[in-house]
């Protein structure tokens, strides 16, 4: 569908399927004031691309701005200790203050230790597999569990604590993306915020007495080489699971819808499944669960004609850079052989995404499983799968019915 007039970023229609709204702001306004979301809206490529590489001009401290954009005037006092605490969340900082808090993390985040974790997902998606009915929500019985279940093994917590922690993240995250739905407000997020400080706080103390062999025994290793405090090594703890956590679930949820909606494709995965790492590229591109990010200009910025001033909010919308027609052939076509796929998903430059191993990994562990175990699922007719739209940043799905043909 094409749009002949400026988008409204608060319609649900539009944040449905926000991609004609994005084709239109490249063509016409590819540097946007969004009085709606009181930011630029940046969407060509090479504008993404060039501000996320900018790091001198375009500032990631952007808490205060988010808050203050989201938030009337007499509300932000409450939300001083979310805008503190989420500063410091490496995504949050600048310079060597963020150079720290990534190497902290990058220790123990390794593509090594990563790959390390194979069997374990293997195991982790098999049993998930094998308690599924035949007829099933696989967004609530299998999509928002398995992340979850990762990162609990990753953190050494115990699973069903995992499924708990999964109401927290969804309240900062959604707060985050500026929910249009006043379930997920400012005060759900500051609460969630605080809970899992509290939680985490406890494991971390508890580590430190008697190590582990995990995620964050590891990162308590690496803070002892550098002049890390307690507060800063607990940011980065809580900030993975947020960051890391809804990502992989809406990706993977998407990325089988698109799937199912491109049958013929499908069928070439399931004939090959060496076609399942492409295709998980593809996915990213397409349609990619964190669609946006955010800055804040340390100084003015001129792009073309327009002039976007010193402290302004910029999103960078990656999931209109990926379907630009100036870098992508054929853009809106979902193709899995697709090659060259330079899509901005993860990010680029000092704040490209810790997570992409371990979410390429898991997609990979889990289509396949999920194709060899269930080679004729397919959607259900009359109970179609539907979008959550009370957020433009994090796409994703409420409810993806499927009939899992069970052939097991
Ligand atoms: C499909 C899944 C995922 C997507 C689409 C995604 C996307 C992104 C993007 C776009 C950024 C850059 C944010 C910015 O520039 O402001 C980012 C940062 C980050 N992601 Fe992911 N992510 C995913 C999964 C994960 C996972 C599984 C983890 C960890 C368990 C993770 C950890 C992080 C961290 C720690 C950062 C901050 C890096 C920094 O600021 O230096 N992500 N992610």
């Known amino acids: 569908m094409d749009i002949q007039s400026l988008p409204d970023f608060s319609n649900r229609d539009t944040v449905r399927d926000p991609y004609p709204a994005y084709a239109y702001l490249r063509d016409h306004h590819p540097v946007y004031w969004c009085d709606h979301l009181k930011a630029w809206l940046l969407t060509r490529y090479c504008d993404v691309f060039a501000a996320q590489g900018d790091v001198k001009r375009y500032s990631s401290n952007r808490m205060q701005q988010l808050v203050d954009a989201r938030v009337p005037p007499e509300k932000r006092g409450q939300l001083a200790t979310f805008v503190k605490l989420a500063s410091q969340w490496m995504y949050s900082q600048d310079g060597d203050i963020h150079k720290a ?43 928002d569990r398995i992340p979850a279940l990762i990162l609990a093994m990753l953190y050494g917590i115990a699973s069903e604590e995992a499924l708990k922690l999964r109401r927290w993240m969804k309240d900062i995250v959604m707060f985050l993306g500026g929910s249009l739905d006043p379930g997920y407000g400012p005060e759900q997020a500051l609460e969630g915020v605080e809970e899992m400080y509290v939680y985490f706080a406890a494991i971390i103390e508890q580590r430190r007495k008697q190590p582990e062999d995990d995620l964050v025994s590891r990162v308590l290793e690496a803070s002892q080489d550098s002049a890390s405090s307690n507060d800063e090594v607990l940011a980065q703890i809580v900030f993975i699971l947020v960051a890391g956590y809804n990502t992989s679930a809406d990706q993977l949820c998407i990325g089988l819808l698109h799937l199912l909606e491109h049958p013929e494709q499908l069928e070439a995965l399931k004939a090959d499944l060496n076609l399942v790492k492409p295709a998980i590229e593809e996915m990213l591109r397409f349609d990619a669960a964190g669609s946006l990010s955010h800055r804040v200009l340390n100084e003015d910025v001129t792009i073309g004609n327009v002039t976007m001033k010193k402290g302004d909010l910029v999103y960078l919308i990656r999931a209109s850079a990926n379907r630009d027609p100036a870098k992508f052939t054929d853009p809106d076509a979902f193709d899995i052989r697709r090659t060259n796929n330079d899509h901005l998903a993860f990010g680029r430059g000092e704040h490209f995404c810790m997570g992409t191993a371990l979410f390429r990994l898991e997609a990979e562990i889990v289509f396949t499983s999920l194709f060899k175990r269930f080679p004729k699922l397919s959607l259900i007719a009359g109970k179609p799968a539907i979008w959550r739209t009370n957020n433009l940043q994090f796409r994703g799905l409420k409810e993806l019915p499927i009939d899992l043909g069970k052939g097991v």
């Open 101 to 143: 808090s990534r190497n902290l993390l990058g220790k123990a985040f390794t593509p090594r230790s990563i790959e390390s974790l194979r069997q374990s997902i293997q195991d982790i998606t098999d049993r998930e597999l094998s308690r599924l009915e035949p007829s099933t929500d696989l967004k609530a019985n299998l999509f």
